[in-house]
């Protein structure tokens, strides 16, 4: 069964780091790409990063430069370093899963398989 467990958030300052992880089971990340995304109360689910089966990454340019998406194929699991955290990153975070030859997308809708999300909040 293809599964996805998020992890590694918490409450943090504003200015901190945190790297979530998400851990794949029941599939290898040789033949899917993975995003992560997030969603605020009130607020449709955004897209954030995704790296492709080979490694590529895409970020969007809200996360560019403080959000770096990494992938350890020997452990199944992709990982969303964290820094410079703002109040306004507070959301729940979530990483998915879609089978994709090429490349990858960080819009939601192209998703398929969710993890149950991790909760980020930032503040002092």
């Known amino acids: 069964q293809l599964q996805l467990v998020e992890s590694g958030g918490g409450l943090v300052q504003p200015g901190g780091s945190l790297r979530l992880s998400c851990a794949a089971s029941?599939?290898?990340?040789?033949?899917?790409?993975i995003g992560w995304f997030r969603q605020a109360p009130g607020k449709e689910r955004e897209g954030l990063s995704c790296?492709?089966?080979?490694?590529?990454?895409l970020n969007r340019d809200a996360v560019k430069g403080r959000f770096t998406i990494s992938k350890d194929a020997a452990k199944n699991t992709v990982y969303l370093q964290m820094k410079s955290l703002k109040p306004e990153d507070t959301a729940v975070y979530y990483c998915?899963?879609?089978?994709?030859?090429?490349?990858?997308?960080?819009?939601?809708?192209?998703?398929?398989?969710w993890g149950q999300g991790t909760q980020v909040a930032v503040s002092s």
């Open positions: 029941g599939f290898t990340l040789d033949s899917y790409a």
């Open positions: 790296v492709s089966r080979t490694g590529q990454t």
């Open positions: 998915a899963a879609e089978r994709r030859s090429v490349g990858c997308t960080t819009y939601p809708g192209a998703y398929n398989k």
